[in-house]
């Protein structure tokens, strides 16, 4: 592995780890060069997954390569100051990650990797799925956190 201060090829693991509910290794490495330490992880990958960005139709629509850093940043800033612990973040998205991999499509919308996160958090914490939800389906107007938080409080109550 690569050495991200000095850009030496060669490292040491010192520890290694299960994370993320097993769905990963964490693995602290040592720099053999300039004596760096660092951590790293190692993930099943089942399938490279291109994710449809919404907006285009068919060929026109944009595509980018599934980023696992990108959908946990997304749920961390949601659940940002909300008292969500990082293995509640790490379980959400490696739940996700594994449901869009095991979809067996090469493609998958962007709108349903949406769905499945405003899923997560609407049963980790109904503040950061109000928030992922007022970026993720554009709200303008404070009418519409209004009416959205409203369909939650009924959803909260008929359970």
Known sequence: MRCPFCAHDDSQVKDSRPAEDNAAIRRRRQCGSCGARFTTFERVQLRDVTVVKSGGIGEDARREAFDRAKLEQSVTLACRKRGV??????????????QVEASGESEFPSHRIGELVMDGLRQIDTVAYIR??????????????????????DAVKGD
């Open 85 to 98: 612990s990082q293995d509640q973040i790490d379980q959400l998205v490696s739940g996700i990650q594994r």
């Open 132 to 153: 992922f939800a007022s970026v993720y389906r554009d709200f303008s107007e404070a009418r519409d956190f209004e009416e959205f938080a409203s369909t939650v409080q």
